[in-house]
């Protein structure tokens, strides 16, 4: 054991200094300037793009060409260009498929895998072993676009809707963060309502579900986000241009630069049609709108809910 000597204090290491600033400390005045300038220089090149595109869509003919692009604020707002796509079933027609797949898809999706997980995380349920080897195994190896067609054509479901849910139905690593929160549940809480009587089914419904809100609102939240965003699928199995989701129009007419007939706007009679930049402004702004006001709501959950499958050191 070692005695302190009263007549020789310890002598402590000053305190050093990693600030960014010579001479002061991170939590000073000047440190928290610059830290929260930073933080505002970051903050509005995220939002440059946005304005500029949101500004460009409500900008008129006049503004848009003289500006020669992009506009930055519009002299005079107008919804013209909203007008003519939503009035017309090109854009609305679309809308509405992106957002039948997604509440569709996002639904069967959480509900598989849910069920998988909940499976996989009771020791000694049917098929334990294999079932989770098949699923690490589809993260590692996945299907060729060749044998993923063949197989949506033999099951007849080319120009389906089911063609864009089936295929991403699962995805194994969502899974396998459920199956580590269900995991993380005491065993005591389920053991007791088994005891009492509890069903599988009640146990799920009235026990673990209620407990992992925040993981499945954050996998919902995965699920849905690849849904609206998806286009591949749509390429390759949807031929009719009426069954287009939302993403299909925004390759064709935004990325890949084809222009909009007059059969695909609406415009009085005699009027122009609004220029081709804020058409396409228009049709980006519509396809981020819907993930941009769900995302707020879940968005308290967002930090929790992809914490929950980490690795537990």
């Not at 509890?198 to 992992?212: F, N």
């Not at 049709?283 to 968005?299: D, E, G, K, R």
């Amino acid at each position: 054991m070692t005695i302190l000597n009263p007549a020789h204090p310890v002598r402590r290491r000053p305190h050093r200094s990693y600030s960014a600033i010579p001479g002061e400390t991170p939590g000073s005045p000047p440190w928290r300037v610059l830290k929260s300038l930073i933080l505002l220089v970051c903050v509005v090149l995220v939002l440059l793009p946005f304005l500029a595109i949101i500004s460009t869509s409500l900008a008129d003919t006049v503004q848009v060409t003289k500006a020669g692009g992009y506009v930055m604020w519009p002299d005079h707002p107008s919804f013209d260009a909203y007008k003519a796509l939503l009035n017309v079933g090109l854009v609305s027609r679309a809308m509405l498929i992106s957002v039948g797949i997604t509440v569709v898809g996002t639904a069967l999706s959480l509900f598989c895998s849910i069920m998988l997980a909940y499976g996989l995380s009771r020791p000694g349920s049917y098929g334990h072993r294999p079932v989770l080897m098949l699923l690490l195994m589809s993260m590692l190896f996945a299907p060729g676009v060749i044998p993923s067609y063949l197989m949506i054509k033999q099951l007849h479901l080319i120009n389906s809707y089911w063609s864009l849910i089936l295929p991403s139905l699962i995805n194994g690593f969502n899974v396998i963060v459920l199956r580590s929160f269900f995991m993380g549940i005491p065993k005591e809480l389920i053991d007791s309502a088994r005891i009492d009587g509890a069903s599988e089914w009640k146990i799920l419904t009235r026990i673990v579900l209620p407990l992992s809100k925040a993981s499945v609102a954050v996998i919902g939240l995965f699920y849905a986000v690849t849904y609206w965003n998806a286009f591949f699928n749509a390429l390759l199995y949807i031929n009719d241009a009426a069954k287009w989701p939302m993403q299909m129009v925004l390759r064709t007419y935004v990325i890949n630069n084809a222009q909009l007939s007059g059969g695909q706007v609406d415009v009085a009679a005699g009027a122009p049609l609004p220029p081709s930049q804020s058409l396409q402004a228009a049709i980006l702004v519509l396809s981020i709108v819907p993930i941009v006001v769900i995302y707020p709501f879940l968005q308290r959950h967002m930090n929790k809910g992809v914490m929950v499958g980490a690795v537990k050191g």
